[in-house]
Nanobody, 126 residues
Framework: QVQLVESGGGLVQAGGSLRLSCAAS????????MGWFRQAPGKERDFVGT????????YYADSMKGRFTISRDNAKNTVYLQMNSLKPEDTAVYYC???????????????????WGQGTQVTVSS
């Protein structure tokens, strides 16, 4: 079965960095657009960013532009989220997700994603 497993979360001070990984299995990874979302306590799950099948195209939510970078290694079936200049408001559970929706889809919409990981907690202290 399809599995997405996130790792790399933890506690970091404001201004610090973390790199999250999401290892995929049970699917043809290179055929999936991969996205990252996050959910803070008591809030909805929000879009962080997405990366195309080849890794040649990325798109980010406005608040993450310039601080977060998504990359992927199709040979390792893994997608990454590099987070720099972290702020306390970045505290959330971070999820990776896989989508095979067509190119015209809104990849910022979590409903376009068929598979989800279990999430990894990121806590940024002030």
């Amino acid at each position: 079965q399809v599995q997405l497993v996130e790792s790399g979360g933890g506690l970091v001070q404001a201004g610090g960095s973390l790199r999250l990984s999401c290892a995929a299995s049970g699917l043809t990874f290179s055929s999936y657009v991969m996205g990252w979302f996050r959910q803070a306590p008591g809030k909805e799950r929000d879009f962080v960013g997405t990366i195309s099948w080849s890794g040649g195209s990325t798109y980010y939510a406005d608040s993450m532009k310039g601080r977060f970078t998504i990359s992927r290694d199709n040979a390792k079936n893994t997608v990454y989220l590099q987070m720099n200049s972290l702020k306390p408001e970045d505290t959330a559970v971070y999820y990776c997700a896989g989508s095979r929706a067509p190119p015209s889809s809104d990849y910022g919409d979590l409903n376009e994603y068929a598979y989800w990981g279990q999430g990894t907690q990121v806590t940024v202290s002030s």
